[in-house]
Structure formats: C-alpha cells, structure tokens
Nanobody
C-alpha cells in the first residue's frame, strides 16, 4: 500500500484546509487510518484516527472541535477537514495506516502504524 497525502498549503489563522489521503494501489478500506503531524524540531504527533468502518473517530486534545476526520471507502480516501486553524497547527501532515484489517482500537503511537504517506505541508500565518 502506498499512501499519498495532499491538500496542504498556506492559510491565514482562522482559515480552513482539507487534507486528503489516497491509496496508490491496494485498498485500505478495511484498515484503521490516522493523521499525524510534525512541526520543525518536534516529534511527530498523533492528530486524528478513524476506524475502518468510519463509526469511531479520535482526536488529539489540541485539535478537538476544530478538525474532523472522515473516510469514503467507495473512493478509497480519508480526509481531514481543518477549521479555525492556528499558527501552532503549522506542520507537515502525514496519513498512515495499519496492516492489520478491522482494527477498532484507538491507535495514537507512531509505531502502531505500518505504512506512511509522504506528507503535505500546512502553514498557518498569524
């Protein structure tokens, strides 16, 4: 499975962006998906995750209420709608997935994910 993240860009504080993650090749419809981000000089951190069915979602406290994760299994894509963006949201955003299908836990650690996309830059100006 190869993942491709897109949708990043430059936006003013308070603005919105929508990131997308698509699979080049094998489907990840049955797999837990996550979004992480990494700011310069910082560790890569969990942002949001969604179960294979889309029924259950999870968020980091820093983005809760502002970001929404969703998936469209018919299109084999996962999206992250980011509203009310803040300068501290500036980072490279990565999508990732787990090899094991039908996982319904809450996976927030990097080593719980097996495949990563290449990342897309999000810059929020003040």
């Amino acid at each position: 499975v190869q993942l491709q993240a897109s949708g990043g860009g430059l936006v003013q504080a308070g603005g919105s962006l929508k990131l997308s993650c698509a699979s080049a090749g094998r489907t990840f419809n049955w797999h837990f998906m996550g979004w992480f981000r990494q700011a310069p000089g910082k560790e890569r951190e969990f942002v949001s995750g969604i179960t294979w069915s889309g029924v259950s979602t999870s968020y980091a406290d820093s983005v809760k209420g502002r970001f929404t994760i969703s998936r469209d299994n018919a299109k084999n894509t996962v999206s992250l709608q980011m509203n009310s963006l803040k300068p501290e949201d500036t980072a490279v955003y990565y999508c990732a997935t787990r090899f094991r299908p039908f996982s319904n836990g809450r996976y927030r650690a990097r080593d719980e994910y097996d495949v990563w996309g290449q990342g897309t830059q999000v810059t929020v100006s003040s």
